[in-house]
C-alpha cells in the first residue's frame, strides 16, 4: 500500500512539474508585453520600459525564468506577484481559496445527500412513474448551463422573493444559492449514475445470494448493493470535487464571490499573465491531489483493488477505465 | 424496441447502419435530432424569414417584452432577440461540431497509434494526456483561450484541444479491449489478413463508443462555448452567440429577465437534444443498461 | 407422479413461470410438479435453458421481478404453499429452512464483505443471536466445509474458486435448513475441484440429513447422489422416477438419447450418439410434443400430443405418447 502511494507521488510530481513547465511556456506567449501590462496606461520613455524590464528580471533567457519559477513553486509555494497590483499571488490564492474550497464542499454534500437516496430510489422503483419523473427533470437539469441556472435563481430568490442575498460572500446564505447552481446540472448526472449503478449491482448474484439467506430487503440494498454500487460513484466524487476546487468558474463570477476561479477569469481579461499561471499551475495541483487521494480512497473501499495493490498487480484496463468515466462533468455513465 | 428484432437482425450490432435504424425508431433520439436539425435550416434561412436583421438597432424598441411586432422582444439596443437567437444558433452549433471534430480527429489518432503500437510509445503519450487531465475541462479551454484570445476560431481551437484526451483514451482503452477479444483471436488464427480484420472487426466495434462520446461532446463544448462565452473569453459581443447574449443581459436581469431567459432556453433544448441523441446511442449499443 | 399423498414434505404443484424479454415472452417453466420425501435426494436433469434453474429459483422466489412475466402453481413446504406467503414469512424460510448453493461461486459473494459476515448474516437473522455467536458458528461452519478458522476474516477474493464454493455451502448450511437446493454446485469448477466439492456436498447431506434437491446436467453426478431423477425439457418434467428407474429403464426418447450421448467403456461403440438438433425456442409456444423435432420417434400423434402422463410404475412416469416398447429398449 505505502508502496503504491509512493509510486503514484513520483507519477504525480514529475506531471505537475511538467504541467507548470507548459503552462509557463505557453502564458509567455499571451499577447502583450507584461512590461507594458505591468507599467500601465500612459506614455513611457523607452528608458523606463527598459529599466522595468530588468527591475522584472524580464531581461535573463527564458530558461532561467522558467527554472527560477518551478524552484519558487516547488520549493517555497511561491507563484510570483501579479503585473497589475504587484500583490503576492500566494496570497491572492490563500486568501480566495476558502470562497472556492467552501462552494466545493457545500456542493458536494448537497450533491451526495440528495444524489444518492434518489438514486437509490429510481433504481429500486425503476420504470415507476418517479422514475420517470426523476429521469426527465435530470435530463433538463443536466442540459442547463450553470450560469442561466444561476441567473435564473439569482432572479427569483434574490431579487424577486428577497430571500437570499444575490451577490458577495460572507454568511452562510451568501453561499446557498451559488451551491445550488453549481450542483443542480451535476446532482442530474450524479443520480442517474448512482441509479444505473444501482441497477447493474440488484442484478448481481451475490445480492439473490443475500436475498435467498432471509435477510431483510432494507439489509439487502443498503447492507449489500449500495456499497457495491458506490464503488464506481466515489471516482465521480473525487473528480467533480477536484473540478470544483479547481474553481467553479461561472459561478463565483455570477455571484461575485472573490474565489479562485474569479481570479483566473480576471487575471484573461486583466492580461495579467502571472496571475493567470500561478492559478492556473495551482488549480492542477489540488485537481491531481484530489485524484490522488480518490484513488486511494478506492483502495480503502473496495478490498479487491487494495489486494492488487498490495500485490504489485495493477490492472491497466480497469484504472483506464476509471480514468475516463467520469470525467467531463460527469456525464460519463460508462 | 426489441420487438423489432427481425428487422435490423440481419445487420451487426454496432454497426453504423444498425446504430442509425435504431435511432429512427427511438423516440426521444427523433426527437432530439428533429430539434438539432430544425435549429440548423432555421439558422441557416433565418435572414431570409425574419422580420428584423440580427444587427439592426431600434432605439424605440429597447428592452421590449415579447410583442406581436417582436415575438421574442428586443434587448438593449432594440435589437430583434428572435432574430438573433435563430441567426446565433450557427455559433453554438459550429463551435460545438468543429471543436469536437478536431478533437475526434486528434484524440483517435492518437489514441489508435498508443493502443496499437503499445509500449514506449504507448507510455509516453499517456503520460503527455496525463499533463491535459490535470485540469478541469473548462480551465484548460480557459487558459487555451488566455493565449489564443478570443474569437469564434479560437474558441473552436481551444474546445478541440481541451478534449483531446478523452477520445484518445477512449479510443485507446477501445482497441486494447477488442485486440483481446476472442473473435478477434479467431479470425487471427484461420488465417484473416489483418487489414481484413481492422477493416471487418476492430473498426466496427470501436466506432460504436466513439459515436456516443461524439454526440456528447457536441453538447459538451456547445455548452462550454457558451459558459466561454460568458465569460467574455469565447466569443465577444456583438455576435450573437447565445453565452454571449446572456453575458450582456445579466446586467438587466432585474427589470428585463426576458433577455437572459430566452438565450438560455435555445441552450438548454440545444444540449438536451444532443444528450438525448447521445444517450439513445448508449442505450443501443449497450442493451443491458436498458430495462 | 401428481397423486401422491398429501403431506410430502415438499412439493411442486403445477409451476409455471414466463419470463419477459421485450414484446417476447419466454415460456420458461410449463406446469412442473414434483414431490420430495423428507431426507431424499432429487436430481433434476438437462440441457442449459431447459427451465432447471428457473425452478430452483422459484422455489424461493428469488426470480428477477423485472423480468417475471407470470409464475403461478404452488410449492408446498410443510403443506404451507411458499407462493401465498408474504414477505415476513416467506424470510422465515429462505436461508432457515430452505436455503440455496448458487452456479457460480464467483458472483454468489459479496466482494466488499467478509466471509464470515456474509455466513453470520443469515445466521444473526434466523436465530437473533449477538454478532460474536453468529461469527462463532460461521467459523465451526468453515471448519466444516474445510477452511481453517483463521482465514473467517478475508474477503472473498482471497479464496480460490472451489474454496468460494465451499464458503457459498457453509452459507447455506450455516441454518441446518431441512431442504438444500444445489443449482449446478460444480459446473463452474474446475474437473480436479467438482468431485471433492461434490463429495463435501453429499457428506454434509448425509450429517445433516438434509433433503435436497440437485441440479445438474451431468448424470454421473446424479448416479452418484440422487435418490429420485427428474428430467426437464423445454421446461417439463419429461422422465420422471428412481435413479434405478431412468438408469436402468430410460423410457422418454430424449433421456434414452442423454445416455446415447455419454461415453460408455464397458461397451465399444465407434462414436457417441449425440441428439441431433437444438432445444426449442422458449419464446415460442409450441403445438404438440416440445422434442418433437428432435425425436427419433416422432409420429402423427406426437403433433397432437397434450402431455399426458404415461406411468410405466408406482415410480416412473414419463411424457411420451409413442415411448420406445420393451423389446426396443437399448
Not at chain 1, 251 to 260: H, M, N, Q, T
Not at chain 3, 36 to 46: I, P
Given at each position: 500500500?505505502?508502496?503504491?502511494?509512493l509510486?503514484?507521488?513520483?507519477?504525480?510530481?514529475?506531471?505537475?512539474?511538467?504541467v507548470?513547465?507548459?503552462v509557463?511556456?505557453?502564458?509567455?506567449?499571451?499577447?502583450?508585453?507584461?512590461?507594458?501590462i505591468?507599467?500601465?496606461?500612459?506614455?513611457?520613455?523607452?528608458?523606463e520600459?527598459?529599466?522595468k524590464?530588468?527591475?522584472?528580471?524580464?531581461?535573463?533567457?527564458?530558461?532561467?525564468?522558467?527554472?527560477?519559477?518551478?524552484?519558487?513553486?516547488?520549493?517555497?509555494?511561491?507563484?510570483?506577484?501579479?503585473?497589475?497590483?504587484?500583490?503576492?499571488?500566494?496570497?491572492?490564492?490563500?486568501?480566495?481559496?476558502?470562497?472556492?474550497?467552501?462552494?466545493?464542499i457545500?456542493?458536494?454534500?448537497?450533491?451526495?445527500?440528495?444524489g444518492?437516496?434518489?438514486?437509490v430510489?429510481?433504481?429500486?422503483?425503476?420504470?415507476?412513474?418517479?422514475d420517470r419523473?426523476?429521469?426527465?427533470?435530470?435530463?433538463?437539469?443536466?442540459?442547463m448551463?450553470?450560469?442561466?441556472?444561476?441567473?435564473?435563481?439569482?432572479?427569483?430568490f434574490?431579487?424577486k422573493?428577497?430571500?437570499?442575498?444575490?451577490?458577495?460572500?460572507?454568511?452562510?446564505?451568501y453561499?446557498?444559492?451559488p451551491t445550488?447552481?453549481?450542483?443542480?446540472g451535476?446532482?442530474?448526472?450524479?443520480?442517474?449514475q448512482?441509479?444505473?449503478s444501482?441497477?447493474?449491482?440488484?442484478?448481481?448474484?451475490?445480492?439473490?445470494?443475500?436475498?435467498?439467506?432471509?435477510?431483510?430487503?432494507?439489509?439487502?440494498?443498503?447492507?449489500?448493493?449500495?456499497?457495491?454500487?458506490?464503488?464506481?460513484i466515489l471516482?465521480?466524487?473525487g473528480?467533480?470535487f477536484?473540478?470544483?476546487?479547481?474553481?467553479?468558474?461561472v459561478?463565483?463570477?455570477?455571484?461575485?464571490?472573490?474565489?479562485?476561479g474569479?481570479?483566473?477569469?480576471?487575471?484573461?481579461?486583466?492580461?495579467?499573465s502571472?496571475?493567470?499561471?500561478g492559478?492556473?499551475?495551482?488549480i492542477?495541483?489540488?485537481?491531481?491531489?484530489?485524484?490522488l487521494?480518490?484513488?486511494?480512497?478506492?483502495?480503502?473501499?473496495?478490498?479487491?483493488?487494495?489486494?492488487?495493490?498490495?500485490?504489485?498487480?495493477?490492472?491497466?484496463?480497469?484504472?483506464?477505465?476509471?480514468?475516463?468515466?467520469?470525467?467531463?462533468?460527469?456525464r460519463?455513465?460508462? | 424496441?426489441?420487438?423489432?428484432?427481425?428487422?435490423?437482425?440481419s445487420?451487426?450490432?454496432?454497426s453504423?447502419?444498425?446504430v442509425?435504424?435504431?435511432?429512427?425508431?427511438?423516440k426521444?433520439?427523433v426527437?432530439?435530432?428533429?430539434?438539432?436539425?430544425?435549429?440548423?435550416?432555421?439558422s441557416?434561412?433565418?435572414?431570409?424569414?425574419?422580420?428584423?436583421?440580427?444587427?439592426?438597432?431600434d432605439?424605440?424598441?429597447?428592452?421590449?417584452?415579447?410583442?406581436?411586432?417582436?415575438?421574442?422582444?428586443?434587448?438593449?439596443?432594440?435589437?430583434?432577440?428572435l432574430?438573433?437567437?435563430?441567426y446565433?444558433?450557427?455559433?453554438?452549433f459550429?463551435?460545438?461540431?468543429?471543436?469536437?471534430a478536431?478533437a475526434?480527429?486528434l484524440?483517435?489518432a492518437?489514441?489508435?497509434?498508443?493502443?496499437?503500437?503499445?509500449?514506449?510509445?504507448?507510455?509516453?503519450?499517456?503520460?503527455?494526456?496525463?499533463?491535459?487531465?490535470?485540469?478541469?475541462?473548462?480551465?484548460?479551454?480557459?487558459?487555451?483561450?488566455?493565449?489564443?484570445g478570443?474569437?469564434?476560431?479560437?474558441?473552436?481551437?481551444?474546445?478541440?484541444?481541451?478534449?483531446?484526451?478523452?477520445?484518445a483514451r477512449?479510443?485507446?482503452?477501445?482497441?486494447l479491449?477488442?485486440?483481446?477479444?476472442?473473435?478477434v483471436?479467431?479470425?487471427?488464427?484461420?488465417?484473416?489478413?489483418?487489414r481484413?480484420?481492422?477493416?471487418?472487426?476492430?473498426?466496427?466495434?470501436a466506432?460504436?463508443?466513439?459515436?456516443?462520446?461524439i454526440?456528447?461532446?457536441?453538447?459538451?463544448?456547445g455548452?462550454?462555448?457558451?459558459?466561454?462565452?460568458?465569460?467574455?473569453?469565447?466569443?465577444?459581443?456583438?455576435?450573437?452567440?447565445?453565452?454571449?447574449?446572456?453575458?450582456?443581459?445579466r446586467?438587466?436581469?432585474?427589470?428585463?429577465?426576458?433577455?437572459?431567459?430566452?438565450?438560455?432556453?435555445?441552450?438548454?433544448?440545444?444540449v438536451?437534444s444532443?444528450?438525448l441523441?447521445?444517450?439513445?446511442?448508449?442505450?443501443?449499443?449497450?442493451?443491458?443498461?436498458k430495462? | 407422479?401428481n397423486e401422491?399423498?398429501?403431506?410430502?414434505?415438499f412439493?411442486?404443484r403445477?409451476?409455471?413461470?414466463?419470463?419477459?424479454?421485450?414484446?417476447?415472452t419466454v415460456?420458461?417453466?410449463?406446469?412442473v410438479?414434483?414431490d420430495?420425501?423428507?431426507?431424499?435426494?432429487?436430481?433434476?436433469?438437462?440441457e442449459?435453458?431447459?427451465?432447471?434453474?428457473?425452478?430452483?429459483?422459484?422455489?424461493?422466489?428469488?426470480?428477477?421481478?423485472?423480468?417475471?412475466?407470470?409464475?403461478?402453481?404452488q410449492?408446498?413446504?410443510?403443506?404451507e404453499?411458499?407462493?401465498?406467503?408474504?414477505?415476513?414469512?416467506?424470510?422465515?424460510?429462505?436461508?432457515?429452512?430452505?436455503?440455496?448453493i448458487?452456479?457460480?461461486p464467483?458472483?454468489?459473494?459479496?466482494?466488499?464483505?467478509?466471509?464470515?459476515?456474509?455466513?453470520?448474516e443469515?445466521?444473526?437473522?434466523?436465530?437473533?443471536?449477538?454478532?460474536?455467536e453468529?461469527?462463532?458458528?460461521?467459523?465451526?461452519?468453515?471448519e466444516?466445509v474445510?477452511?481453517?478458522?483463521?482465514?473467517?476474516?478475508e474477503?472473498?477474493?482471497?479464496f480460490?474458486?472451489?474454496?468460494?464454493?465451499r464458503?457459498v455451502?457453509?452459507?447455506?448450511?450455516?441454518?441446518?435448513?431441512?431442504?438444500?437446493?444445489?443449482?449446478?454446485?460444480?459446473?463452474?469448477?474446475?474437473?480436479?475441484i467438482?468431485?471433492?466439492?461434490l463429495d463435501?456436498?453429499?457428506?454434509?447431506?448425509?450429517?445433516?440429513?438434509?433433503?435436497?434437491?440437485?441440479?445438474t446436467?451431468?448424470?454421473?453426478?446424479?448416479?452418484?447422489i440422487?435418490d429420485?431423477?427428474a428430467?426437464?425439457?423445454?421446461?417439463?418434467?419429461?422422465?420422471y422416477?428412481?435413479?434405478?428407474?431412468?438408469?436402468?429403464?430410460?423410457?422418454?426418447?430424449?433421456?434414452?438419447?442423454?445416455?446415447g450421448?455419454?461415453?460408455?467403456?464397458?461397451?465399444d461403440?465407434?462414436?457417441?450418439?449425440p441428439?441431433?438438433?437444438?432445444?426449442?425456442?422458449p419464446?415460442?409456444?409450441i403445438?404438440?410434443?416440445?422434442?418433437?423435432?428432435?425425436?427419433?420417434?416422432?409420429?402423427?400423434k406426437?403433433?397432437?400430443?397434450?402431455y399426458?402422463p404415461?406411468?410405466?410404475?408406482?415410480?416412473?412416469?414419463?411424457?411420451?405418447?409413442?415411448?420406445?416398447?420393451?423389446?426396443?429398449?437399448?
Open positions: 500500500m505505502v508502496r503504491y502511494v509510486k503514484r507521488l513520483l507519477i504525480l510530481i514529475p506531471t505537475l512539474i511538467a507548470t513547465i507548459i509557463f511556456t505557453l502564458m509567455n506567449f499571451v499577447p502583450g508585453d507584461p512590461v507594458m505591468a507599467l500601465g496606461s500612459g506614455t513611457h520613455t523607452p528608458a520600459v527598459e529599466a524590464r530588468i527591475a522584472m528580471g524580464l531581461d535573463r533567457p527564458f530558461l532561467v525564468r522558467l527554472g527560477e519559477y518551478l524552484k519558487g513553486v516547488f520549493f517555497h509555494f511561491d507563484f510570483g506577484t501579479s503585473l497589475i497590483d504587484g500583490t503576492s499571488i500566494q496570497y491572492q490564492l490563500m486568501t480566495r481559496f476558502p470562497n472556492t474550497l467552501k462552494i466545493a457545500y456542493s458536494i454534500i448537497f450533491t451526495v445527500v440528495i444518492i437516496p434518489l438514486g430510489f429510481c433504481a429500486q422503483h425503476a420504470n415507476s412513474v418517479g419523473f426523476a429521469l426527465i427533470v435530470t435530463l433538463v437539469l443536466d442540459s448551463p450553470s450560469f442561466w441556472l444561476a441567473l435564473l435563481l439569482m432572479l427569483l434574490a431579487l422573493l428577497h430571500w437570499l442575498p444575490s451577490t458577495g460572500s460572507g454568511s452562510f446564505k453561499f446557498i444559492l445550488l447552481a453549481n450542483s443542480l451535476g446532482l442530474a448526472g450524479f443520480t442517474r448512482v441509479r444505473a444501482m441497477l447493474e449491482v440488484t442484478r448481481s448474484d451475490f445480492v439473490t445470494t443475500a436475498r435467498s439467506k432471509g435477510i431483510n430487503e432494507r439489509k439487502v440494498v443498503y447492507g449489500h448493493a449500495l456499497p457495491n454500487a458506490l464503488i464506481p471516482t465521480l466524487v473528480m467533480r477536484g473540478g470544483m476546487l479547481g474553481g467553479a468558474t459561478i463565483e463570477v455570477i455571484f461575485s464571490i472573490p474565489g479562485i474569479q481570479l483566473l477569469v480576471n487575471g484573461i481579461n486583466n492580461r495579467d502571472t496571475v493567470v499561471t492559478g492556473i499551475v495551482f492542477a495541483l489540488t485537481f491531481s491531489l484530489i485524484m487521494l480518490t484513488d486511494l480512497a478506492y483502495s480503502l473501499v473496495d478490498p479487491r483493488i487494495k489486494a492488487q495493490y498490495t500485490s504489485h498487480k495493477k490492472k491497466s484496463g480497469e484504472e483506464e477505465k476509471r480514468h475516463h468515466g467520469g470525467r467531463h462533468h460527469g460519463r455513465d460508462e | 424496441m426489441k420487438g423489432n428484432r427481425k428487422d435490423t437482425g445487420l451487426k450490432p454496432g453504423l447502419r444498425y442509425w435504424r435504431k435511432l429512427l425508431r427511438n426521444s433520439a426527437f432530439g435530432l428533429t430539434v438539432v436539425c430544425v435549429l440548423i435550416v432555421l441557416l434561412i433565418s435572414p431570409l424569414i425574419c422580420r428584423y436583421d440580427y444587427r439592426s438597432m432605439g424605440l424598441n429597447a428592452y421590449s417584452l415579447p410583442s406581436a411586432e417582436h415575438l421574442l422582444g428586443c434587448d438593449e439596443l432594440g435589437r430583434d432577440i432574430s438573433r437567437v435563430l446565433g444558433a450557427r455559433y453554438t459550429i463551435i460545438g461540431i468543429l471543436s469536437t478536431i475526434a480527429v484524440g483517435i492518437m489514441g489508435a497509434v498508443a493502443g496499437y503500437f503499445g509500449g514506449a510509445v504507448d507510455s509516453a503519450l499517456m503520460r503527455f494526456l496525463d499533463i491535459f487531465q490535470s485540469f478541469p475541462m473548462l480551465i484548460l479551454a480557459m487558459a487555451f483561450c488566455a493565449v489564443f478570443t474569437g469564434i476560431d479560437k474558441c473552436i481551437l481551444a474546445l478541440g484541444i481541451s478534449n483531446i484526451s478523452g477520445f477512449l479510443m485507446r482503452a477501445n482497441i479491449r477488442i485486440r483481446n477479444m476472442e473473435y483471436e479467431a479470425a487471427t488464427s484461420i488465417g484473416c489478413p489483418t481484413k480484420i481492422i477493416t471487418g472487426h476492430v473498426i466496427p466495434n466506432i460504436s463508443p466513439i459515436i456516443v462520446e454526440a456528447m461532446g457536441i453538447s459538451r463544448n455548452l462550454a462555448s457558451s459558459s466561454l462565452s460568458f465569460l467574455g473569453l469565447g466569443v465577444q459581443q456583438p455576435t450573437p452567440e447565445w453565452g454571449a447574449m446572456l453575458s450582456s443581459a446586467s438587466y436581469i432585474r427589470y428585463y429577465p426576458h433577455m437572459a431567459i430566452i438565450p438560455g432556453i435555445f441552450i438548454l433544448i440545444t438536451l444532443f444528450n441523441i447521445g444517450d439513445a446511442v448508449r442505450d443501443i449499443l449497450d442493451p443491458t443498461l430495462e | 407422479m401422491k399423498k398429501e403431506s410430502a414434505f412439493s411442486i403445477d409451476l409455471n413461470v414466463q419470463y419477459k424479454s421485450g414484446a417476447q415460456y420458461a417453466v410449463n406446469g410438479s414434483f420430495l420425501a423428507a431426507g431424499e435426494t432429487l436430481g433434476l436433469v438437462g442449459t435453458g431447459a427451465g432447471k434453474t428457473t425452478i430452483a429459483k422459484s422455489i424461493l422466489r428469488i426470480l428477477p421481478p423485472h423480468a417475471v412475466k407470470k409464475m403461478e402453481g410449492v408446498l413446504y410443510e403443506g404453499d411458499i407462493f401465498q406467503m408474504n414477505d415476513t414469512e416467506l424470510r422465515k424460510i429462505r436461508g432457515h429452512q430452505i436455503s440455496m448458487f452456479q457460480d464467483m458472483t454468489a459473494l459479496n466482494p466488499v464483505k467478509r466471509v464470515n459476515e456474509q455466513i453470520a443469515g445466521y444473526i437473522q434466523h436465530h437473533h443471536c449477538t454478532k460474536a453468529a461469527e462463532k458458528r460461521a467459523e465451526e461452519m468453515l466444516l474445510g477452511i481453517s478458522a483463521d482465514r473467517a476474516g474477503y472473498p477474493h482471497q480460490s474458486g472451489g474454496m468460494k464454493q464458503v455451502i457453509a452459507m447455506a448450511l450455516a441454518c441446518s435448513p431441512r431442504l438444500l437446493i444445489a443449482d449446478e454446485p460444480t459446473t463452474a469448477l474446475d474437473v480436479t467438482q468431485a471433492q466439492v463435501l456436498i453429499k457428506r454434509l447431506r448425509d450429517e445433516l440429513g438434509t433433503s435436497m434437491i440437485l441440479i446436467h451431468d448424470l454421473g453426478v446424479v448416479a452418484g440422487c429420485q431423477v428430467v426437464i425439457y423445454a421446461g417439463r418434467i419429461i422422465e422416477g428412481t435413479k434405478a428407474d431412468v438408469f436402468r429403464h430410460p423410457t422418454h426418447p430424449y433421456t434414452i438419447g442423454l445416455f450421448a455419454l461415453p460408455d467403456l464397458k461397451k461403440v465407434e462414436r457417441l450418439s441428439i441431433e438438433g437444438l432445444p426449442p425456442d419464446t415460442e409456444q403445438e404438440g410434443c416440445a422434442f418433437y423435432p428432435r425425436c427419433e420417434r416422432r409420429c402423427e406426437c403433433k397432437s400430443y397434450r399426458e404415461t406411468r410405466l410404475s408406482d415410480t416412473h412416469t414419463i411424457l411420451c405418447c409413442n415411448p420406445a416398447g420393451e423389446g426396443e429398449e437399448k
